[in-house]
């Protein structure tokens, strides 16, 4: 059997982001997997991803690094948890804070690897650092303090909060 990305155990009212919603057609769609313990996830940039001809614009990075850095706070959770990823109650991550830092122009024509590990969890935050590399070469680098989505955007059955 494949293995399932991160992403395709977000429940239907949670997967409309537009970096890592599967339900968002205009989206990016990202697709998250362990390797080991790294969270990689590889994207290949479109045409209107271009900031100058032949190199990929900053938000693009940055949305790759912060759908990245959730998605494996989640997943981060459930695996310490020694639960599946479709186990109630669920873990859903967003944003608390951002950092990206751009290290050298990112080329349109390239598949880029995110490239992620959890570097502090606790019960209020998960952080994740992560490089973004194209050719083998990291591009930019960033690091995502993720926390428990609110409890107002929760379904039947979940709870965003780790116990």
Known sequence: MAQRAFQDFYPDHVAHCYGC???NQHGLRIQTYWEGDDAVTRFRPRPEHT?????????LLASLLDCHGTGTAAAAMYRAE?????????????????????????PL???LEVRGRVTERGRTKV?????V???????????????PMPR???GPGEGGAPS
């Open 21 to 23: 919603g599967r339900l």
């Open 51 to 59: 900031a100058i001809p032949g190199f990929v614009y900053g938000g």
């Open 127 to 131: 952080v994740v650092s992560a490089t």
């Open 82 to 106: 020694g639960r599946e990823l479709d186990s109630l109650p669920a873990f859903r991550f967003v944003t608390a804070a951002l950092k990206v830092e751009y290290l050298r122009p990112t």
């Open 133 to 147: 590399s194209a050719n083998g070469v990291v591009t930019a680098r960033g690091e995502v303090v993720a926390v």
């Open 109 to 111: 024509d390239a598949e």
């Open 152 to 154: 107002s955007f929760e």
